[in-house]
């Protein structure tokens, strides 16, 4: 806010003495004036700070990029190591976010093949060790979440609700409604990155 202030002030001086030298000047008036050097100085920090700004917003979309790919990384590691075994169709593969369309598709597809065909008990097990050993490095997570934008953080408290429920079965509604929830959500995070243009590989 403190930026827009003194540009807008900046702005404003710079205006006032523009109209100064527009209808006071007179011939010789750029020589030994000073309000011709107070308009050169005004152009010049409004330009400073506008590169400044440019640079720094730069700055912080390569930061939640960075951040934004190391929550996926885990994302991708849970995608991996518990659905392997289901039809191609529903695996989103390597799950990068320039593949967003894909990532959506295939998430789609293994909701819909949960929904119908319910969960083995095999995998219930395994889904259920998973989030045992991890729902803690994903609760400690949520704080670097919130700092890309609103709809990672919300969708990354969500997956981590909801493999706390999976860990602590008696708190489920039932692992197969939990793992559904925690892909619904995982699609929820993928498209805050693509609406927010926050991935590796965003033009």
Same mark, same amino acid.
């Given at each position: 806010?403190?930026?827009?202030?003194?540009?807008?002030?900046? +702005?404003?001086?710079?205006?006032?003495?523009?109209?100064?030298?527009?209808?006071?000047?007179?011939?010789?008036?750029?020589?030994?004036?000073?309000?011709?050097?107070?308009?050169?100085? /005004?152009?010049?920090?409004?330009?400073?700070?506008?590169?400044?700004?440019?640079? !720094?917003?730069?700055?912080?979309?390569?930061?939640?990029?960075?951040?934004?790919?190391?929550?996926?990384?885990?994302?991708?590691?849970?995608?991996?190591?518990?659905?392997?075994?289901?039809?191609?169709? /529903?695996?989103?593969?390597?799950?990068?976010?320039?593949?967003?369309?894909?990532? !959506?598709? /295939?998430?789609?597809?293994?909701?819909?093949?949960?929904? +119908?065909?319910?969960?083995?008990?095999?995998?219930?097990?395994?889904?259920?060790?998973? /989030?045992?050993?991890?729902?803690?490095?994903?609760?400690?997570?949520?704080?670097?979440?919130?700092?890309?934008?609103?709809?990672?953080?919300?969708?990354?408290?969500?997956?981590?609700?909801?493999?706390?429920?999976?860990?602590?079965?008696?708190?489920?509604?039932?692992?197969?409604?939990?793992?559904?929830?925690?892909?619904?959500?995982?699609?929820?995070?993928?498209?805050? +990155?693509?609406?927010?243009?926050?991935?590796?590989?965003?033009?």
């Amino acid at each position: 806010m403190r930026e827009k202030i003194f540009v807008g002030v900046t +702005s404003f001086v710079l205006i006032a003495l523009l109209l100064v030298a527009y209808f006071k000047g007179e011939p010789g008036f750029l020589i030994n004036n000073l309000v011709p050097e107070f308009i050169g100085v /005004c152009i010049e920090f409004i330009i400073i700070v506008l590169a400044f700004n440019l640079w !720094q917003k730069k700055e912080e979309k390569d930061n939640n990029i960075k951040v934004e790919r190391r929550l996926r990384e885990f994302l991708i590691f849970f995608l991996k190591n518990n659905f392997q075994d289901f039809p191609l169709s /529903c695996q989103p593969g390597r799950f990068y976010g320039k593949d967003h369309t894909n990532n !959506q598709k /295939c998430l789609n597809d293994l909701i819909a093949h949960i929904e +119908s065909n319910g969960l083995t008990e095999g995998f219930k097990s395994g889904v259920q060790t998973y /989030c045992n050993n991890e729902k803690e490095i994903f609760n400690n997570l949520i704080p670097v979440a919130s700092q890309i934008t609103n709809n990672h953080f919300k969708s990354w408290v969500r997956i981590a609700y909801f493999m706390n429920s999976i860990s602590f079965e008696s708190k489920s509604k039932g692992i197969d409604h939990d793992v559904i929830k925690i892909l619904q959500h995982i699609k929820e995070f993928d498209n805050a +990155s693509f609406q927010s243009n926050l991935y590796v590989g965003a033009v």
